[in-house]
């Protein structure tokens, strides 16, 4: 049976940093998770970086944020470290999985499923509760109590939501991608009669896709990195 601590299985080099992808046995999900990590340069061995988790949006992996965003660049100026999970459970092969792209695999709702089908798609509980206490257990370089959530396309969806639910756990919040599903001026709306405070920027011409979130990702790094009092 593979170990409940996280095994590394590649490690690549990048603005001074490492991108770091482990595999770990979840017992939130019943399957094998992986997740990336990047560890931004360190001058001392005692340093503890902040994280900034990031939730991916549909069909995703934890691989499409690190191969595309580019994010790293900020992060290693800035002493974060980003933190990719992968997007649902896997290899559980529960029928119609993978009829759908939006529904089963790679669906990233980071919602706790409740129909017995299901069980196992407990998203909620894996990157809120069960991935921090991992980092925590096995990376004293970490410092997870001072932790930040971002997220594209649905994955925004999903950092709203798990922020919204979680005031004091995570600092500053922002969806990466507000597209018409989002309904976003709904959402500046709640946003206005909750008193909670909203940047919303709209940017003319642009899809929904990494081409986006490359253009703007270093303003979204700096973001949360004052959100984190860096």
Same mark, same amino acid.
């Given at each position: 049976?593979?170990?409940?601590?996280?095994?590394?299985?590649?490690?690549?080099?990048?603005?001074?940093?490492?991108?770091?992808?482990?595999?770990?046995?979840?017992? @939130?999900?019943?399957?094998?998770? @992986?997740?990336?990590?990047?560890?931004?340069?360190?001058?001392?061995?005692?340093?503890?970086?902040?994280?900034?988790?990031?939730?991916?949006?549909?069909?995703?992996?934890?691989?499409?944020?690190?191969? *595309?965003?580019?994010?790293?660049?900020? &992060?290693?100026?800035?002493?974060?470290?980003?933190? &990719?999970?992968?997007?649902?459970?896997?290899? /559980?092969?529960?029928?119609?999985?993978?009829?759908?792209?939006?529904?089963?695999?790679? &669906?990233?709702?980071? /919602?706790?499923?409740?129909?017995? *089908?299901?069980?196992?798609?407990?998203?909620?509980?894996?990157?809120?509760?069960?991935?921090?206490?991992?980092?925590?257990?096995?990376?004293?370089?970490?410092?997870?109590?001072?932790?930040?959530?971002?997220?594209?396309?649905?994955?925004?969806?999903?950092?709203? @939501?798990?922020?919204?639910?979680?005031?004091?756990?995570?600092?500053?919040?922002?969806?990466?991608?507000?597209?018409?599903?989002?309904?976003?001026?709904?959402?500046?709306?709640?946003?206005?009669? &909750?008193?909670?405070?909203?940047?919303?920027?709209?940017?003319?011409?642009?899809?929904?896709?990494?081409?986006?979130?490359?253009?703007?990702?270093?303003?979204?790094?700096?973001?949360?990195?004052?959100?984190?009092?860096?």
């Amino acid at each position: 049976m593979e170990s409940l601590k996280p095994t590394e299985i590649s490690s690549t080099k990048m603005f001074g940093g490492y991108n770091k992808r482990y595999k770990h046995s979840s017992p @939130t999900l019943g399957c094998s998770m @992986t997740f990336h990590i990047y560890f931004p340069p360190s001058s001392s061995p005692s340093r503890k970086f902040p994280v900034l988790y990031w939730l991916s949006g549909l069909t995703c992996t934890d691989e499409n944020f690190i191969i *595309k965003s580019g994010a790293q660049r900020a &992060a290693s100026s800035e002493g974060v470290a980003l933190i &990719a999970p992968d997007t649902s459970p896997r290899g /559980l092969n529960v029928e119609g999985e993978s009829d759908s792209w939006d529904f089963g695999v790679g &669906a990233g709702f980071y /919602l706790n499923a409740t129909q017995e *089908k299901w069980k196992n798609w407990q998203m909620y509980d894996y990157v809120v509760k069960e991935l921090p206490a991992l980092l925590q257990e096995n990376f004293p370089q970490l410092d997870t109590s001072r932790a930040s959530l971002s997220g594209h396309s649905m994955g925004g969806h999903g950092a709203l @939501t798990i922020y919204l639910k979680n005031l004091d756990k995570y600092k500053g919040d922002e969806d990466k991608f507000l597209s018409q599903q989002l309904l976003p001026h709904k959402f500046e709306e709640a946003c206005r009669k &909750a008193n909670v405070p909203l940047l919303l920027r709209m940017q003319p011409g642009y899809d929904h896709s990494y081409y986006f979130v490359v253009t703007f990702i270093d303003d979204h790094i700096h973001h949360h990195a004052q959100a984190l009092n860096l």
